[in-house]
């Protein structure tokens, strides 16, 4: 209700861009690349999908598709550092979170953790097993000295 300046339940392109004027000057002055109303509300309006292009409504923000990028627009009107976040985030990255199966950062490091530590274990245990069979070919190559009576030295006759 803080956005929708005329009351009418519906969040027009006029209010977005009185809004975002003010956002426009805080790019400016803190020297960021600024992004054009036009462009910023086509961005928000390809994520959020809205019923009707010429306005957003509450349910348009609240469609399962858009509730991880809801918020941008409202960033965008009035946060302007998470705004230029938003804008400098790395897409595919953006992407692979939102199709992750970890609900929160921490479940996602400490899988990835758990992971790199199994690995690193497994490595160690196949690294002693290589020990292992090198100690036992060096055994077999000290025992090859004797021949079959138990004589040191070759096993060719003497004569």
């Known amino acids: 209700t803080c956005v929708d ?6 969040l027009n392109n006029m209010e977005m861009r009185s809004f975002y004027a003010v956002q426009l000057h805080r790019m400016q002055c803190m020297g960021h690349e600024v992004v054009p109303f036009e462009d910023m509300l086509c961005q928000m309006m390809d994520m959020i999908k809205p019923a009707d292009t ?3 409504v509450v349910e348009d923000f609240l469609g399962s598709h858009c509730s991880q990028v809801s918020g941008a627009i409202f960033d965008a009107l009035f946060n302007v550092n998470k705004y230029v ?11 692979q979170k939102r199709e992750d199966e970890f609900d929160t950062d921490w479940d996602r490091f400490a899988c990835i953790d758990y992971n ?10 196949e690294e002693a097993m290589e ?17 079959a009576m138990g004589l040191s030295g070759s096993s060719e006759a003497p004569f």
Not at 5 to 10: L, S
Not at 116 to 125: D, G, H, K, P, T
């Open 54 to 56: 010429e306005c957003l």
């Open 85 to 95: 976040m938003f804008e400098q985030r790395d897409p595919f990255l953006e992407r």
């Open 5 to 10: 300046v005329d009351g009418d339940d519906k």
């Open 116 to 125: 790199r530590l199994a690995m690193e274990e497994e490595q160690r245990e």
């Open 131 to 147: 020990v292992d069979w090198v100690n036992m070919d060096e055994e077999e190559e000290d025992g090859d000295d004797y021949n």
